[in-house]
């Protein structure tokens, strides 16, 4: 028993604990085993089916028994020795056998090859076997699971097909989207994108800076519905983001314009539209607060409409409008009747950040209805001037039209009383002596400006009785002198005023914070209430009140109007000021509800008196560049180096112009601590300078009258000479049928110098402040420093004619180096009827008034021959011809002396700008 128990192992290792699968065919013995157990099933309990062997000596005895008893019995026969030999085995070897099944191995299950001695006939009977039949079956239903497996491949495969060619068509269908989609919005990143014509240039922002980052708007599709032009996205209790695409609809490359209208609807009004664009390193042209004017914009500031004043705010002191435009032909405007923040380049390099806070002193939250909104247009186009065109004709009223000045407003002079009289107060005498000498100088067209006060209170709108005891008379003198009035009006009524009482009793004041009681403010006037315009009954009693102090009413008392008479009267235009104090009270409830905003305020204010007035002056203003009005601007006297300057009012009235205010008025020049000139502070040639610049321009007031300075005769023949000359080229280019054609659709009328060639970057690069461009043929390039003699000048592309010598002609693009620019010129035989009351000095006059032929500003006139450019170069420094604003002309007040010094100078300076010429 111990040599089977050896016999059962594994002779070879690897095959250890396998499983071995035994199928029940006939089997031999081992050959090991013993004598007495050959021919006898060795079988141990392995789980498996026992093999069976039978001797040749029963096969050979035995009757031949069908196959299926014969295996019956066969099988029979195995289990009963099976369990023989179980029960002979001792129960220690049991227990080793059961063991050895546990480890049982390869050796232990063998496949032994049986041989069928079934006779033919057997085999020929086994079709008849049911088992074979069972076979036969059994490969049928392999081959039905053969093609069921087949069948569920196919399906398979159709299903990765679908998926696949799904996927493709899907992402075609995207692509497809993507490729009509025009608004390019990422809102995961909040990146906002617009992308100009070409695409070679674009403009790029990251919006709703205000909700957190990690919020994703609820509902922001690619495209809204069918509409490409169309998106909105909701942000949960935040924001509403509604994006719109429009276009100009042009053609051509060149002349195409696309834009994003950006709206933002705050859900509660906690929230707070803020976005922020990257501006690029080019050149900015726009509204600034900084205290200097800037040209084109640089370095930073901030814009918050929390100042109670008026003044000291830059140029938003004279317009509330957010437009910029940049060099390359990009523009952002903002909706001024939210309260609008501008953040320039203060929270990141290069970047412009905007939004809009109601938290500030003149909005309360019923302004909004609901939460917070902010509005913007964001354009792009192939040039700066295509963009600025398209952008104009989206800022006209809807119904309105860019109306014209009358032609005549545009010629003559404005006198100022205040630049008279000083501090003074006016009175009849004054107006009537006023316009006496003027007219006794020679001076046509006269414009008399009464800014000094006139009322007796401010808020009476008549003429005080005590200073003015006949109105009447003086109105008949004034006509017979072909002298008119503008009267400077406010809004503003003194709480001792004679309209105070009944506009409170009849709520036509403006409230405070509250809304039920009148707002009061410090005005420049004192204390006192101001007219709520917004609404329709109180800009009608303001315009009667106003047509009654035309006719000439001397109590202002509430009487029929005729206004076809009032357009005979002397006062014919109206100047409207705010004054330098505060402007509204806190927190302001206008009668117009809810909508009712500052910038409402102002734009109202300026509709109603415009309608009335020819010229009308305004002094603030918002969103009314389609109304007919005169902004004025001042220049600055200002030290740099050693010599006096004269600075900011180029500047201004370019910015201005490029804001859709074309008729800017030289409103005389101020100190640089912005108050009045003190007497003698401004020399002779300085005036001249800036008269030779201010005649060039739509409309001026003078800051001082000519005898204000010492040599009375030069100084009024130099006045008459200049406003003569200047004012025939500025009229010349401006009656022209192009010219009016653009005032129309709102171009400026003094223009920068790249406006004829608005790509060139080049051009835009040399950030030239000091020449302009009057229409698109005449360049002026003014001398505004006392002392100076000769100047660069940078002549745009073109053929460009002298204005003062025709024969002379340049080519540009290029610089004229050291060019002279004498003092006064004004292109005529100056002196008029005066130059017989000269004395000592009608020599020099005389050489003075020559060098007038050649002098002035330098003005160079475009020729007409080439279609793109046209205009001259206009020596006037100032006006109409380039001279150096310096000069003083030889003479007057303190510098007096200097000047006959350099009079030798100039003769010469005349005599090489001849031969130059």
Not at 883 to 903: A, C, L, M, N, T
């Amino acid at each position: 028993m111990a040599e089977e128990d050896e016999g059962v192992k594994c002779d070879d290792d690897p095959c250890d604990g396998q499983i071995v699968l035994s199928i029940p065919v006939p089997s031999f013995p081992r050959v090991n085993s013993t004598p007495d157990a050959l021919g006898e099933l060795q079988v141990k309990q392995f789980e498996i089916q026992p093999s069976f062997q039978i001797s040749s000596k029963e096969r050979e005895d035995s009757p031949k028994p069908s196959h299926q008893q014969e295996q019956r019995h066969t099988q029979q026969q195995q289990k009963n020795d099976l369990h023989q030999k179980r029960e002979q085995l001792p129960q220690p070897n049991q227990a080793k056998l059961q063991k050895k099944q546990l480890s049982w191995s390869c050796e232990d299950v063998r496949f032994i090859e049986t041989f069928d001695h079934s006779t033919p006939e057997t085999a020929t009977d086994q079709s008849d076997d049911p088992s074979f039949k069972t076979l036969e079956l059994s490969r049928g239903e392999l081959v039905k699971k053969y093609q069921l497996h087949g069948f569920v491949a196919l399906i398979f495969l159709v299903t990765v097909v679908s998926v696949s060619l799904s996927w493709h068509y899907r992402n075609l269908a995207t692509q497809i989207l993507h490729s009509s989609q025009t608004i390019f919005f990422n809102p995961r990143t909040r990146q906002l994108t617009l992308s100009g014509p070409d695409k070679s240039r674009s403009i790029t922002g990251k919006v709703g800076l205000d909700m957190p980052s990690w919020q994703l708007p609820l509902h922001c599709p690619i495209v809204m519905g069918d509409n490409p032009h169309e998106k909105e996205c909701v942000w949960k209790n935040n924001a509403i983001l509604r994006i719109g695409h429009v276009t100009n609809g042009a053609a051509s490359v060149q002349n195409l314009v696309e834009c994003y209208n950006v709206s933002w609807e705050s859900l509660h009004p906690q929230h707070v539209p803020y976005d922020c664009f990257d501006i690029g390193d080019e050149q900015w042209y726009g509204p600034s607060n900084q205290s200097e004017s800037v040209y084109p914009i640089r370095g930073k500031f901030v814009f918050n409409p929390t100042n109670y004043t008026v003044g000291n705010n830059g140029l938003f002191s004279s317009a509330v409008d957010f437009y910029w435009l940049s060099a390359k032909g990009v523009a952002l405007l903002v909706n001024g009747d939210n309260p609008v923040q501008v953040y320039w380049n203060q929270t990141g390099d290069n970047k412009v950040c905007i939004l809009s806070n109601y938290t500030g002193p003149f909005y309360h939250q019923e302004n909004h209805l609901i939460a917070p909104h902010l509005n913007y247009t964001l354009c792009t186009g192939f040039d700066t001037r295509t963009t600025h065109s398209f952008m104009l004709s989206m800022r006209t009223k809807k119904g309105s039209q860019h109306t014209l000045q009358n032609l005549d407003s545009l010629r003559g002079s404005h006198w100022s009383m205040k630049g008279y009289l000083g501090e003074t107060e006016v009175n009849q005498s004054h107006v009537i002596n006023l316009a006496g000498k003027l007219q006794d100088f020679g001076f046509d067209d006269i414009q008399i400006s009464m800014d000094n006060n006139w009322q007796a209170e401010h808020g009476d709108l008549t003429f005080d009785p005590t200073r003015f005891p006949n109105v009447t008379q003086m109105l008949e003198d004034l006509s017979s002198l072909n002298c008119r009035l503008t009267m400077v009006v406010s809004p503003y009524f003194h709480f001792s005023s004679t309209n105070f009482k009944q506009c409170t009793d009849e709520s036509k004041f403006v409230k405070d914070a509250g809304g039920w009681v009148t707002g009061l403010v410090h005005s420049e006037f004192g204390l006192a209430a101001i007219a709520d315009i917004t609404a329709s009954e109180v800009a009608d009693w303001f315009q009667k009140k106003l047509y009654l102090l035309k006719l000439g009413s001397e109590t202002g008392s509430d009487v029929s109007v005729d206004t076809s008479k009032a357009e005979e009267t002397v006062i014919q235009a109206f100047r409207l000021t705010y004054g330098r104090g505060a402007w509204l009270p806190y927190k302001p409830h206008f009668r117009l509800g809810e909508s009712g905003t500052p910038n409402m305020f102002r734009r109202r204010m300026t509709e109603a008196l415009s309608s009335m007035a020819s010229p009308f002056i305004v002094e603030h203003t918002s969103d009314t560049s389609h109304v007919r009005s005169f902004i004025p601007v001042q220049a600055t006297l200002i030290t740099r180096g050693n010599r006096p300057c004269l600075t900011g009012i180029l500047e201004t009235a370019l910015t201005l112009g490029l804001m859709g205010y074309p008729y800017i008025m030289a409103d005389g020049i101020t100190a640089d601590d912005k108050k009045e000139l003190r007497t003698g502070e401004l020399s002779l040639e300085l005036y001249v300078r800036w008269l030779e610049l201010a005649t060039i321009f739509p409309a001026y007031q003078h800051p001082v009258t000519p005898w204000h300075f010492k040599d009375v005769d030069l100084a009024v023949a130099m006045t008459i000479n200049l406003t003569r000359h200047n004012e025939a080229i500025k009229m010349s280019v401006l009656e022209e049928s192009d010219v009016l054609e653009e005032l129309s659709r709102g171009f400026p009328i003094l223009r920068p110098v790249w406006w004829n060639e608005p790509a060139n970057q080049t051009t835009h690069s040399l950030e030239m402040k000091d020449e302009f461009l009057v229409g698109s043929k005449l360049l002026v390039a003014p001398v505004l420093c006392e002392g100076v003699r000769s100047r660069d000048i940078n002549l745009p592309r073109g053929v460009w004619q002298d204005y003062h010598t025709p024969t002379r002609y340049e080519i540009g693009p290029a610089t004229i180096r050291a060019y002279q620019v004498p003092l006064g010129r004004s292109g005529e035989d100056g002196g008029d009827d005066d130059d017989d009351d000269d004395d000592d000095d009608d020599d020099d006059d005389d050489d003075d008034d020559d060098d007038d032929d050649d002098d002035g500003g330098d003005v160079m006139k475009c020729d007409d021959g080439d279609d793109d450019d046209g205009g001259g170069v206009d020596d006037d420094d100032g006006g109409g011809g380039g001279g150096d604003d310096d000069g003083g002309g030889g003479g007057g007040d303190d510098d007096d002396d200097d000047d006959d010094d350099d009079d030798d100078d100039d003769d010469d300076d005349d005599d090489d700008d001849d031969d130059e010429k």
